[in-house]
C-alpha cells in the first residue's frame, strides 16, 4: 500500500475503518488518495488517512482523534474543492472520539518547524499567462526551483501515472536547495505521485512543454506555477534570455 509505506509497523486490521474487508480493496482505495498527499496539504494527512485504510493491528480498535480529523480536514478539504472533490462524508469528524479516550492524535502542530503550511491553492498546477518578463523573472526569484521541461505520455498512453514521462529535453534554471543531480530524479518522483497537477497541465494532450517553478520541502516537489512554453508566448521567452543573466534580489 504506497499510502501507508513504512508508516511504522507492519500489520493492519480488516476490515479497516472504511469497511474495506480485502488487503487488495483498501490498497485499490487507498491510491486515490495519493495526489493529495502530494499536494503536501497538511504534514498529518498521511497518518490520518492510513489510521483509516491501515488501523494498526490491535487488541482493539484505534480510531484517529477528532481533533487529528478536524486539523487535516481543514487544510487538506480546500485543496480537494479546488479540484470538484468534497470532503466524504464517511471522514466526517463527528464520528471519532473527542481524544478523552485511546485514539490516535496528531504528532505535528500543523506545520514544520520553521516552515508554514505549503502555499497550495486552486490556482496550483493551473496554466498562466505570462503578463510580462518582469513578472516571470519576480515568480522564478521567489520560488525554490524552476525547470524547462517537456512531459508527455509513453506511447500515447494516460492509463496510469507510470505512464508519464520526462523528455531528455529538461533545463534546469534553479536548483534551489537541491543540488543540480537530485532536482531531476526528485521531479520524476513528483511526476509519479501529483497525477492531479500533471492532469491539469496536459489536459488531454499526448504532450506539452512548460516552465514550472515552485517550492522544494523535505526533497520533495511542490509545483506552484506552471507557464506554456511556444512561440507565441514571447513574453516568457523574453524572461528566459533574461534570465541567465538576472540577478534575484537578496
Known sequence: MALCHDIGYTEMRLPNLLDHDTTAEAIQQSASWLPL????????????????????C????????????????????????????????ILHCERFPTGHGLCVAAISNGSRPGR?????????????????????????????????????????????????????????????????????PTLRLWLQLDATCVHNLLRGRHAGTYVLSGEVQDHRLLVTTAYPWSQSHRNLQLAMRRWHHHRCPE
Open 37 to 56: 498527499l502530494a499536494r503536501e496539504c497538511h504534514p498529518d494527512a498521511r497518518l490520518f488517512l492510513c489510521s483509516l485504510f491501515a488501523p494498526v
Open 58 to 89: 490491535l487488541d482493539r480498535v484505534i480510531y484517529p482523534c477528532r481533533s487529528l480529523c478536524e486539523a487535516v480536514q481543514a487544510s487538506c478539504a480546500p485543496i480537494m474543492a479546488c479540484y470538484g472533490y468534497p470532503w466524504p462524508a
Open 116 to 184: 508554514s503550511l505549503p502555499r497550495a491553492s486552486c490556482k496550483d498546477c493551473e496554466l498562466q499567462e505570462a503578463r510580462s518578463s518582469r513578472e516571470v523573472l519576480d515568480t522564478l526569484c521567489t520560488n525554490d526551483f524552476a525547470v524547462k521541461v517537456r512531459l508527455s505520455w509513453r506511447n500515447g498512453s494516460s492509463s496510469s501515472p507510470s505512464d508519464r514521462d520526462l523528455d531528455s529535453r529538461l533545463e534546469v534554471l534553479k536548483a534551489g536547495p537541491l543540488p543540480p543531480e537530485e532536482l531531476v
